[in-house]
């Protein structure tokens, strides 16, 4: 048998707090070690309580606003094994590139209502745990239907099932999970991911970690241009 | 050349101009009176000396009003200014009694070109006009000893005193009813402000109260549906309800963040305009690039404002244009400007009703300190562009 996923909970929600303890208590791999209800609490849990793994809430106290990606910023400093899984309610992508702004691996962003399918959850904790990623599939697919909807997208150059791929990569599936999902073999997989870093000219022999941040940055480009500083044309006139 | 002239003329601010005209106007007709009288009468020297004054200072001003398409708004001011100082000069040495009245008309061209002139030219004129009254002041205390005529210096006051005074109260009188005009726009705006807000907030009453508090009310039915299927024993129905109920719940919870989100989006509260409007411009259902300088944060009513009004348009694009792509353009330098421009079928902006979307965004803009331009014509798609003239710039004239 496995050693059970050692769990800090940061969340200052208590009626869901509660439930992700009462949900978790159901499964005998995971046992929360210690629950935290703002940013000082969850740092000073992460250091006491050994976890393998925080699932924190994106907003808590003092600020309300982004505490839990920044607590993954810290943590990732402080312990660098330690997986983050963030809780949000916000499906821009924005915060999502910011966890993954210093590498993806140990890193996951899934929106709350996620936490309603306990088994998806101890699934997304274990791979973060063990050094993986998961990015949520409505970031994800929100990135890459503004990028598709571009006229001359970049991405209009990929074909169907490689879009598909690069969907997955970006929601940081392994090769294998891929494989398994669009029901192909690693081998095929492999060859997909090869030719869209080729087409799209992202470093096609990074690393896990580096190929989702990579695949969510770049997804994220196509739908957002910044000119060179200078006059915006037309606009100049009043 | 007459459109030369009437080009730059057009040019300046139409209080300047107005001004300007009366000034020329006063300054002539007095001239004349003068001559007529002059003409008329028994030929005093002290007569000859003030008219030749009176007409110095209006070849001066016409002079200098006729290059106004070099010189601008500053070249009115400063003509107008000369001509009050030839006329200050002149007047108190031929006729010391006129010292009052100078320093009061060199003083005159100063207040009311007081909002037009940028701060060099401005401490110019404060300059030109403290050295001017004083510099009067003392000349006048000077030839009051060494003058003579008296009865015809009288005359020539009595004159000048009239038309200065109309002048002034033809000033005064303008000033008030500007005011009066500003406080009146300014109640209608903030009406309008108060209007446009209600109607967002009955809208999100409406949203809320049709969908997720409906939603809400169906879920709580369902649960007691599940409690008396598990008190029967039904517990694959009881399962399939669960099920129903989750999935109703989910739907609820994106409805919420949808409307949490059309309240105040908590990227433009934290990261600011430019982040928020490449997330609005990638839910945009027709396609929307971001063109934008990195931008400092602006105040939070002018970030309010810019982002709701490009997001309608961005909403009115995908509604009602039928264009194929938009462009959202925002730029920081010298002033805060955006621009979203479609390639659609556009519209003839006089034939929209004026209750609509295109109020509530120019209400938004100009309550933040902005104006807002509306460019389209049928076929030629829609240009919305938004500036908000810095607080060191000029008043807000329109």
Redesign the interface.
């Known amino acids: 048998m496995i050693a059970p996923l050692r769990l800090v909970l940061a969340e200052d929600g208590e009626l869901l707090r509660a439930g992700i303890v009462a949900l978790l208590e159901g499964y005998d791999d995971v046992r929360v070690v210690a629950v935290a209800t703002d940013y000082d609490e969850l740092l000073v849990a992460a250091d006491e309580a050994e976890p393998d793994v925080v699932l924190t809430d994106i907003r808590m106290p003092p600020t309300l606003t982004d505490e839990g990606i920044r607590a993954a910023g810290r943590l990732r400093e402080t312990h660098p094994e330690l997986g983050v899984v963030v809780l949000t309610q916000y499906a821009d992508a924005e915060y999502a590139l910011d966890l993954v702004a210093s590498g993806s691996q140990g890193r996951g962003y899934l929106l709350k209502e996620r936490v309603a399918n306990a088994d998806e959850l101890v699934a997304a904790l274990r791979e973060v745990a063990a050094g993986g990623s998961v990015i949520d599939e409505t970031v994800v697919d929100g990135l890459v239907s503004a990028g598709s909807r571009q006229p001359d997208s970049s991405l209009s150059r990929l074909t169907r099932r490689e879009l598909d791929v690069l969907t997955h990569v970006a929601r940081g599936m392994s090769n294998q999970a891929i494989a398994a999902t669009l029901s192909v073999t690693d081998r095929a997989v492999e060859k997909h991911i090869n030719s869209i870093f080729t087409k799209l000219d992202l470093p096609s022999d990074s690393p896990l970690h580096r190929r989702v941040a990579a695949a969510l940055v770049y997804l994220n480009d196509v739908g957002t241009a910044e000119p060179p500083t200078g006059s915006v044309p037309g606009t100049a006139r009043w | 050349m007459v459109t030369w002239f009437h080009d730059g003329w057009e040019r300046v601010e139409p209080r300047l101009r107005r001004f300007a005209l009366i000034d020329a106007a006063s300054l002539v007709f007095s001239t004349a009176l003068l001559a007529v009288v002059y003409l008329l009468g028994p030929w005093y020297p002290d007569l000859q000396q003030i008219l030749a004054v009176l007409v110095a200072a209006s070849v001066v001003l016409i002079a200098g009003l006729a290059l106004t398409p070099v010189l601008g708004e500053p070249g009115v001011t400063f003509s107008l200014l000369a001509a009050a100082l030839v006329f200050a000069f002149g007047g108190v040495w031929f006729s010391p009694f006129l010292s009052p009245l100078a320093v009061l008309v060199v003083l005159i061209p100063l207040i009311v070109a007081y909002p037009y002139l940028g701060r060099r030219s401005l401490t110019a004129a404060v300059v030109v006009v403290l050295v001017s009254v004083t510099t009067v002041a003392a000349l006048a205390e000077q030839r009051r000893m060494i003058s003579e005529g008296f009865p015809m210096q009288v005359f020539s006051l009595a004159v000048s005193v009239l038309v200065v005074v109309i002048v002034i109260m033809v000033v005064i009188r303008q000033n008030y009813q500007e005011l009066h005009d500003r406080a009146e726009q300014l109640r209608e705006s903030r009406s309008q402000v108060a209007n446009v807000a209600d109607t967002a907030r009955r809208s999100l009453e409406r949203d809320l109260h049709d969908g997720a508090q409906q939603r809400l009310v169906g879920m709580s039915v369902l649960i007691s549906l599940v409690r008396q299927l598990i008190d029967r024993g039904e517990l694959d129905e009881a399962r399939r309800a669960l099920d129903d109920l989750?999935e109703q719940?989910?739907v609820a919870?994106n409805e919420l963040?949808e409307l949490?989100r059309g309240i105040y989006p908590?990227?433009l509260?934290?990261?600011g305009l430019v982040?928020a409007l490449?997330?609005a411009?990638?839910?945009s259902?027709v396609?929307a690039?971001?063109?934008?300088?990195?931008l400092e944060r602006q105040s939070p009513e002018v970030e309010s404002a810019v982002y709701f009004c490009i997001l309608e348009a961005l909403q009115n694009a995908a509604k009602h244009s039928g264009a194929?792509?938009v462009e959202i353009?925002?730029?920081a330098d010298p002033h805060l400007?955006?621009?979203v421009?479609d390639t659609g079928r556009g519209f003839d902006p006089a034939s929209v009703e004026p209750e609509g979307g295109l109020l509530g965004m120019e209400v938004r803009i100009r309550a933040a300190g902005g104006v807002l331009r509306v460019d389209s014509a049928p076929g030629q798609g829609t240009?919305i562009?938004g500036?908000f003239p810095g607080a060191a710039d000029r008043p807000p004239v329109r």
């Open positions: 989750g719940n989910l919870i963040r949490a908590q990227l509260a934290e990261r982040v490449a997330a411009a990638r839910r259902t396609p690039t971001v063109l934008a300088e990195p194929d792509q353009r925002l730029h400007e955006f621009a421009a240009t562009r500036l």
